[in-house]
Every structure is written in C-alpha cells, then in structure tokens.
C-alpha cells in the first residue's frame, strides 16, 4: 500500500472515531471524553492536509522547483502540530470550566465501550503507518502516526479517569484527566512543530546516514585521493550530500569522471534516496566559500 492510500485510511478512521467519541461524550457528558472527540477532529483535518502534502511532495521538479518539492511534508508535520495545540487549548479551556461546576456522568458504561472501540482502531493503523513511514522515510506519515498514537495515549488516559470517578465518586477527577491529556497532546504538538522547523532549516542527515557516506567514501581514499567540505541536509523522503574530491592535477578530465561517477552512484547505492553532487579540484587546491560570513 503506497503512503497516500494510508493517509487516506486515516481521514476514513478518523471520521469513524469522531462519530463513536462523539457518542460516547453525548452519552456521558464527560469532558474527558468531549477532549478525547476534539482530538479526533485534529486527526481528521491533519490526515487530510498530509495527504495534500504528500501528493505535492511526489511531483517531479519543475523550472521553479529544480530540486523537487520534497519538503511540502513538513509543512503538514507543523500543522498537524499546530491543530495539536489548538485542541489542547479548547481541552484546558472545557476543563477548567468543569472544575468550577462539576457534573454527574450518565451511561458510563456504553461510552467507555464507544471510546474503547475508537481507540483499537487508531492503535491498529498508527502501529501500520509507523512501519511504513519509516520505510519511505515520510515525514507527514510520521506525523499522522504519532498524533494516532497520542490519541491513543489520551483515550487510556481518559478511560482510567472515568473508571477512577466511578469508583469513587470524585467528579473533579474526570476534569482533571482531562487537563493532563491537554498536556500531554500539547508536548506532541510542540515536538511536530519543531521537526517541522529543523527540516524546513536544511538540518543535516541522521547520525547513521552520516556514518554510511563516510564509510562509503574511505573506500575511494587513498594518498592521491581525498574528499572534503562534506555537506549534507534532508528534504522529506531526499537525503542530499555536497562535497569535494581532490585529484592529482595530471588526472585526464575522463579519468577523474569516470571516478566521480562511481563514488556518486556507490554513495546512491549505500543511501536509499540520496542524491550527491561532487566538484573535481586537484589535490593542491582548496575551495574557501565557506569561510566567507554571509552578510546580514
């Protein structure tokens, strides 16, 4: 199943969930559960802006966009996070409002059964979207699995909630749970935006990806042969690295391409979805654009 057929399953569960969480609040009138549905209306709206973004981030490059439009995913990364903290916002807001003017809750018993349900369901396709965002290295799959995943935290938080007013007849617990599933989705939130951020920054290829490009690249080294200035950043499903070869100047221009091409197609080779540029310089030269400050 490609990630645009998974992001369309979630908008379908994600309506599934708003209809039986919505139930289980009208049946109970507990604000856990009313948090609990309000989440499930941020995983609606999130599924459908990343599969937006995932379909503008597979178009080919264009004459405006030479190097792909790979990084439309992270602007559904941030606004998932975003709708993340609005909803955690209008839960802190509900509870609070319950603390001060505490209610009875009716018909536990069927709500908790509703908020079960719902919550089997995204734990299920959460656990599903995770293993394949992770194989397509999907930044907005990633995000809609980890906010399900949230969501499941938040619908176990609420249930023992709801259990522990039951047995003790605390109404102010059912608020206060609430508050802590407020806090709980607003940390995810915050953690979405910021990913959001680094990658629209050009942040730099994992530790790991790193690791492999220096591994790959001791293998042409040697006393004529050296590489430098190694530059790497990631753009959605893309890992890009820039560097430097060193030469011996009396190399024919066929001879050192023929090399580049090699190194270039054994770092691809090694890098999943890695896209490397290589400058030719002879082994007595050094390049210092990077030395120059950028002026403000």
């Known amino acids: 199943m490609r990630v645009a057929s998974y992001l369309k399953l979630s908008v379908a569960v994600a309506l599934a969930t708003i209809a039986l969480k919505a139930g289980a609040w009208w049946l109970t009138g507990s604000v856990g559960l009313l948090s609990d549905a309000l989440e499930s209306l941020v995983n609606l709206a999130g599924a459908v802006?990343?599969?937006?973004?995932?379909?503008?981030?597979?178009?080919?490059?264009?004459?405006?966009?030479?190097?792909g439009h790979h990084k439309a995913e992270y602007f559904s990364s941030g606004f998932e996070g975003t709708l993340i903290l609005v909803a955690a916002l209008a839960i802190m807001v509900a509870a609070v409002q319950r603390l001060l003017a505490p209610q009875p809750l009716e018909s536990l018993g069927i709500g908790l059964a509703l908020s079960m349900v719902s919550s089997a369901m995204n734990g299920v396709l959460a656990w599903a979207m995770m293993r394949k965002a992770r194989e397509h290295r999907s930044v907005a799959l990633e995000a809609d699995a980890r906010h399900l995943f949230?969501?499941?935290?938040?619908?176990?938080g609420v249930l023992v909630g709801l259990l522990a007013v039951q047995a003790t007849g605390w109404l102010w617990l059912d608020p206060a749970v609430a508050l802590a599933v407020a806090a709980n989705i607003a940390r995810e939130g915050y953690r979405l935006?910021?990913?959001?951020?680094?990658?629209?920054?050009?942040?730099?290829?994992?530790?790991?990806?790193?690791?492999?490009?220096?591994?790959?690249?001791?293998?042409?080294?040697?006393?004529?042969?050296?590489?430098?200035?190694?530059?790497?950043r990631r753009a959605g499903q893309r890992?890009?690295?820039?560097?430097?070869?060193?030469?011996?100047?009396?190399?024919?221009?066929?001879?050192?391409?023929?090399?580049?091409?090699?190194?270039?197609?054994?770092?691809?080779?090694?890098?999943?979805?890695?896209?490397?540029?290589?400058?030719?310089?002879?082994?007595?030269v050094e390049a210092h654009q990077m030395d120059v400050e950028d002026p403000l």
């Open 49 to 67: 802006f990343a599969l937006a973004m995932v379909t503008v981030a597979t178009q080919p490059p264009d004459d405006d966009h030479p190097y």
């Open 239 to 284: 890992r890009f690295v820039d560097l430097h070869m060193h030469l011996p100047s009396g190399w024919t221009l066929g001879r050192a391409a023929a090399l580049r091409g090699s190194v270039e197609l054994a770092l691809m080779s090694a890098v999943p979805g890695l896209r490397a540029t290589i400058q030719l310089l002879p082994t007595d």
């Open 193 to 232: 935006i910021r990913r959001s951020v680094d990658g629209l920054m050009d942040l730099a290829v994992e530790p790991e990806v790193r690791s492999q490009i220096e591994r790959t690249l001791a293998q042409f080294s040697h006393q004529a042969i050296r590489f430098d200035h190694v530059t790497t």
């Open 150 to 156: 949230t969501d499941v935290w938040t619908s176990a």
